[in-house]
């Protein structure tokens, strides 16, 4: 079936720091790619999306590419800040007439001023 | 827009008691779903629904049932709570286009400690 394999960290990072997290997947068709951040205490928020190969989803300085190729969607951020810190999940909506998301475990991020 | 809420924030039951988590959304989405959240597990899919009278099945049903009555609203019961359902339970709701979900929004979510 459908799955998302992605760093599980804990990432801890200085202020100003290059980040990048790890995110693969499996799934039959083309799928839809998704970055969700989650802040201490709070709901899922969408921070980027990609829906075809070699698509770029950007957002609030992250960015991540859908590469067919390697079934990936690494998520970068050029410098990071303290509030960066947060736990980061990839996800996989299945093909075009898919409703279910799939996600990953999430991964940590702690950044240290 | 209040977007997606879920009540109760926080819960403790006793096992074998039971109890409805609330979730509501005012975006008009046709698609509601349930997940629980466990440490290093990720989301995992309850149940979903994709319009009034109509729901199904996702990866760990059993121990809840749900019903979709309006758009708005699609609570989620726990027949009998077990210490196994402990946990932070979501609710997220999305628009179909062609049958199809896009962007997912999410409700704050609720702890549920079961002892």
């Known amino acids: 079936g459908d799955s998302v394999t992605q760093m599980e960290g804990p990432v801890t990072l200085s202020e100003e720091a290059f980040l990048t997290i790890n995110c693969t997947y499996t799934?039959?068709?083309?799928?839809?790619l998704f970055w969700y951040v989650q802040y201490p205490g709070e709901g899922l928020q969408l921070l980027l999306k990609a829906t075809k190969a070699d698509d770029k989803g950007s957002n609030k300085g992250f960015e991540a590419t859908y590469r067919k190729e390697t079934t990936s969607f690494h998520l970068e951020k050029g410098s990071v800040q303290v509030s960066d810190s947060a736990v980061y999940f990839c996800a996989l909506r299945p093909n075009n007439y898919g409703q279910n998301f799939v996600f990953g475990p999430g991964t940590r991020l702690s950044v240290l001023p | 827009n209040a977007g997606v809420t879920q009540t109760p924030k926080f819960q403790v039951l006793k096992t074998g008691q039971s109890m409805t988590l609330q979730c509501a959304q005012d975006?008009?989405?046709?698609?509601m779903s349930w997940y629980r959240q466990d440490p290093g597990m990720g989301l995992r899919l309850i149940h979903y629904s994709v319009g009034a009278g109509i729901t199904d099945q996702g990866e760990v049903p059993n121990g809840y049932n749900v019903s979709r009555s309006t758009t708005e609203d699609f609570p989620l019961r726990l027949l009998s709570a077990a210490p196994s359902q402990t946990s932070v339970y979501f609710c997220a709701s999305s628009y179909l286009a062609g049958g199809s979900t896009d962007t997912q929004y999410f409700g704050p979510g609720t702890r549920l400690t079961v002892l």
């Open positions: 799934a039959t068709g083309y799928p839809s």
């Open positions: 975006m008009n989405h046709e698609y």
